[in-house]
Structure formats: structure tokens, C-alpha cells
């Protein structure tokens, strides 16, 4: 039976952390908690070791259960750390390595994935200091569930609502799924979205990338097990669990992005990225004027990002590109293979609706030739490139 270390923070959300432990348990998973001093001012431990069956641990110095569990076996005693309510006083202390209590010591000394659902007044949550332990403990390779935006116990809106205990569920069983995944210990990288490229502060060139293929492959390449980096442009759609999201504007600040996560073994390039930009961003709004005189915005080239990684001393061992064609797609995949330097090409035509919709038909092109894949949902062909991506690296190996 799979189990879980639970470290419930003190926060209002702590009572929700109870319906965690009972939805857990339907999901035949195991809870055994640590409830720290301020969560003991929410809730109960009587009421947690009802629902977990098992001992609460609560106090550092504790000779007894110290004697029962040691704090170091016992951050080691389940498959995840999750940490629900997770308050800003805990990743604070997480991403700083302090260890003054029971739940930061065991933080600390797990040697196993945690999962992180924060949850905190939204002034709280958008503080620099929250924001920079946040980036800090994303690095460290911790994986985040919500918050989400509502109504917060304290009458303000915004993000810094613990997720829902189901939400949480469905995060904590794709974390242990990715453990024993097949991509386990391979870094990937992917892009998704358009690029939003200024022309004044109002106003920008863009297209009509909704970002889904792109999102739907860093989630089946994460479902693996894969370490995923997630670079998106603006796109409206919630990020798959378990990635890290790096969130980017402009083709300059995506390639930024994508340097930084590397080294990485597997990268996707689904971003629709703008070949173009304003040569200038006007700092302030271009104003019509009296005489009529339309502006002339003059463009430059962008970066290509698929064609710097290719030539990048740190390339990764497979660079997959993608190709939106409206006509001659599968010639023109193939051309822009050799051309840009990637190992496979992911050809779509996007003479239909593929930019927004949910189903896409694709033509994969490598160094054996072009493989035609049926219509599927982009679900589908995530999990579809995934196995081609595995059987690769695997074959490799
Ligand atoms: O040349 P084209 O834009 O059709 O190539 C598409 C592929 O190249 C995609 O994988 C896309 O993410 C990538 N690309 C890029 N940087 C650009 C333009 C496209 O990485 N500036």
C-alpha cells in the first residue's frame, strides 16, 4: 500500500487537510500526519489520528517518540512528502534549510519528493519574500498543487486558497506515479503558447496559439516520470501537476527560459513563437494622429530557440520541433528538419481549426522517415509522442 507523510501547517485550510486524510484513504492511500504547533491551533490531533489511524507526531523533542520514530526515519517512512496547508512560515523555512521544529527537521532530512499546497492570505502570497521561496523551492525540485483564487477566510480575492482535497488527491497520486514512471530521472523541457511580442504598452502581435499540445505533452512526459519544465507563453489554460511552469511574454524572455532549465535530456518545442518583432516597443501608447499618418512598425527577426538549442553545447540528446503548415506540410517538416537541426519534427496542418481545438492529426518526421499518426485528441498524441520519446531515449540507452 502506497503512504504518505503529511505535514499540516497552521492555516484556516487545516481543516480541509481532514477531508485530504479521509479522500486518501478511499484512494487507498495511507496518511500519517505531523501536525505542527500552529496547525494544533486549528485542528485537533485527537481528530487527526481518528482519521489517519496512527499516531500524530507533533513535537521535536518528544524522548518518546523520538524512541517510537526517530524524526529522520520518519521523513523517510513514506513514498511523498505532502505538505497541506503549506503556510508561508514553512516554505520559508523549507527553502532556507532552517530546522527548528519537527515538520522543517523532516523537511529537511526526506529524501523523498515533496509536494507543496500552499495556502495564505493573497497579500501574503504575491510577497516578494513568498515569491522568492516559492522560485527557490521550484529549483529544489519541489512540486506545487494550487492555490487557487477565491474568497479567502479573511473576506480578500485572490490566489492563496489551499486546492480542493480532491485536487490534491489527484496530484499526490501522480506524484507516486511518476516515481516508478519509465522517464524517472530524465529532464525535459517544453515550450507551449504564443509569444505576445509589444508594440506599445496596449498592444502586441500574436497568434492564436492556445498553448493545449504543448500542455497536454508536459503532461504525459511528467505522468512519466520525466523532471518537466514547462516554458509557456500567455495562454488561459491551467498548468498539468507536477511541472514546473516558467511563465514568459516575449520570444527573447522564452529563450532565456529555455537556457536556463538546461541541461535537459529531452526538449519539445511546441511554441508557436513569433518569427518577428517590433523593432521598438513604443513606452507609451502610439496615439492616433490629427493628420491621419498611419505608423509603420517596422520588424525585426526573433531568435529561432529551436535552432539555438540545436547548435547549444548543451543540447539535448533528443530536440523535437514542430511544424504548423498550411500547405505541402510533410515536404515542408522534412525541410525544416535538416534545416533547424532537430532529431524529430512533429508536422501538423493548420489549415483546419488544430490552434484552439482539441483533436490533431500529425505526421511524425525523424531520421527513418515519416510515420502518419490517425486524428487523435492532443491528450492523445502527447501520450503517443511520450512512448516514441521513451522507446528512444530507452533504445539509446
Ligand atoms: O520555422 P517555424 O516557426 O515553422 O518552426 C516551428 C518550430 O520552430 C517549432 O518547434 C517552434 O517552437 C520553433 N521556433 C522557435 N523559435 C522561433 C520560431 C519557431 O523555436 N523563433
Known amino acids: 500500500m502506497r503512504s504518505i507523510l503529511l505535514v499540516i501547517g497552521g492555516g484556516i485550510a487545516a481543516y480541509k487537510s481532514l477531508e485530504l486524510v479521509r479522500r486518501l484513504a478511499e484512494h487507498g492511500i495511507r496518511t500519517r500526519a505531523v501536525l505542527t504547533r500552529a496547525g494544533a ?46 503556510t508561508a512560515d514553512l516554505m520559508g523555512k523549507m527553502a532556507n534549510g532552517l530546522a527548528g521544529d519537527l515538520a522543517s527537521t523532516t523537511l529537511l532530512a526526506t529524501d523523498k519528493a515533496v509536494l507543496m499546497a500552499p495556502a495564505m492570505n493573497v497579500r501574503m502570497w504575491e510577497s516578494a519574500s513568498v515569491r522568492r521561496n516559492r522560485a527557490q523551492l521550484e529549483k529544489d525540485g519541489v512540486l506545487f498543487v494550487g492555490p487557487n483564487d477565491g474568497e479567502m477566510a479573511c473576506g480578500e480575492y485572490g490566489p492563496g486558497r489551499m486546492a480542493e482535497p480532491l485536487e490534491i488527491v489527484a496530484a499526490i497520486q501522480q506524484a507516486l506515479a511518476a516515481r516508478g514512471g519509465p522517464l524517472h530521472g530524465v529532464k525535459a523541457l517544453v515550450t507551449a503558447g504564443p509569444t505576445h511580442e509589444p508594440v506599445d504598452p496596449v498592444r502586441f502581435l500574436g497568434n492564436h496559439s492556445s498553448g493545449r499540445q504543448g500542455y497536454a505533452i508536459a503532461d504525459a512526459l511528467a ?61 507609451s501608447k502610439i496615439k492616433k494622429s490629427v493628420d491621419r499618418v498611419v505608423p509603420l512598425i517596422k520588424l525585426v527577426e526573433n531568435p529561432d530557440i529551436l535552432a539555438t538549442l540545436a547548435q547549444h553545447a548543451q543540447r539535448p540528446r533528443l530536440l523535437i520541433g514542430f511544424a504548423a503548415e498550411t500547405d505541402d506540410v510533410v515536404a515542408n517538416a522534412v525541410a525544416k528538419r535538416a534545416r533547424k537541426g532537430a532529431d524529430w519534427i512533429i508536422a501538423n496542418d493548420v489549415s483546419g481549426d488544430v490552434m484552439g481545438g482539441d483533436h490533431n492529426q500529425v505526421h511524425l518526421v525523424s531520421e527513418s522517415g515519416v510515420q502518419d499518426w490517425p486524428d487523435m485528441t492532443k491528450a492523445q498524441v502527447g501520450a503517443r509522442l511520450v512512448a516514441a520519446i521513451i522507446e528512444k531515449l530507452k533504445g539509446a540507452a
Do not use: C
Open 223 to 283: 505522468r512519466a516520470g520525466a523532471e518537466t519544465t514547462l516554458v509557456s507563453g500567455p495562454v488561459e489554460i491551467a498548468p498539468p501537476h507536477g511541472v514546473k511552469l516558467q511563465r514568459v511574454t516575449t520570444a527573447r524572455e522564452m529563450l532565456a527560459a529555455v537556457e536556463a532549465a538546461l541541461p535537459a535530456d529531452v526538449a519539445v518545442m511546441a511554441a508557436a513563437v513569433a518569427d518577428w518583432r517590433p523593432d521598438i516597443a513604443a513606452n
Open 41 to 86: 491551533e486549528f485542528i485537533t490531533p485527537l481528530s487527526v489520528s481518528a482519521l489517519t489511524g496512527e499516531k500524530v507526531y507533533s513535537d521535536l523533542f518528544s524522548l518518546t517518540d523520538e524512541a517510537e520514530m526517530g524524526h529522520i526515519q520518519l521523513s523517510r517512512s513514506a513514498d511523498l512528502v505532502v505538505v497541506a496547508p503549506a
